[in-house]
C-alpha cells in the first residue's frame, strides 16, 4: 500500500467507534526504514488566523488492527 493511499482513509478508534481523524504525516525508524507510528490529524482540529497549528495524535503500528478498503481501525490505546 502507498502512503498517499493509507493518507485518504478514516482512522477509526474500534471499542467506541469515534472517528479519530485522518493520517498526515509518519514516524520512521531510521535504521530500519520500518514505519514506527502514525500521525493522525484530531477530527474538528481546523486551523484559525491566530493558531494555525493543528491538533494530532501518534498512533504506533502495532495498535492498528485492521486497514479496510476505506478505513484503518485502531485498537488500543493513542498518544
Do not use: C, W
Amino acid at each position: 500500500m502507498k502512503f498517499s493511499d493509507a493518507q485518504q482513509k478514516e482512522v477509526i478508534e474500534a471499542s467506541s467507534g469515534q472517528l479519530l481523524g485522518f493520517i498526515v504525516d509518519a514516524e520512521v525508524d531510521k535504521e530500519s526504514g520500518h514505519i514506527i507510528s502514525f500521525i493522525v490529524e484530531t477530527n474538528g482540529a481546523y486551523p484559525t488566523f491566530f493558531n494555525k497549528k493543528r491538533e494530532t495524535q501518534k498512533i504506533a503500528v502495532q495498535n492498528i488492527a485492521i486497514i479496510g478498503k476505506d478505513v484503518i481501525i485502531v485498537s488500543k490505546n493513542i498518544e
